[in-house]
C-alpha cells in the first residue's frame, strides 16, 4: 500500500466516524448508560441524590 492510499482510507474513516448520525447516535447512547446508571444504581449516594426523580418520573418502587 502506498502512503497515498492510507491517507485515503484515514480520511474516509474519519470522514464516516465524525458523521453526524454517527455523533448523535454515540451521545443517545452515552446519555441513556448515565441516566439508567444514575437511576437505577444503589450506590448510597447517587441513590438517595437521585431518590424523589426516580420515584417521581418513572413511578418506580425502590424499597
Given amino acids: 500500500m502506498t ?3 492510507q ?3 484515514l ?3 474519519a470522514g464516516i ?9 454515540l ?7 448515565v441516566i439508567w446508571t444514575v437511576l437505577f444504581s ?4 447517587v441513590h438517595n441524590t437521585a431518590h424523589s426523580a426516580r ?3 418513572l413511578g ?4
Avoid at 466516524?17 to 447516535?25: A, E, N, R, Y
Avoid at 418506580?60 to 424499597?63: I, L, N, P, R
Wanted: charged share 5%.
Fill in 42 to 45: 444503589t450506590y448510597p449516594a
Fill in 27 to 33: 451521545y443517545m447512547l452515552l446519555s441513556s448508560l
Fill in 55 to 57: 420515584h417521581h418520573t
Fill in 17 to 25: 466516524t465524525l458523521s453526524k448520525p454517527v455523533q448523535v447516535t
Fill in 3 to 5: 502512503t497515498f492510499s
Fill in 60 to 63: 418506580v418502587a425502590c424499597h
Fill in 7 to 9: 491517507m485515503s482510507v
Fill in 11 to 13: 480520511h474516509k474513516t
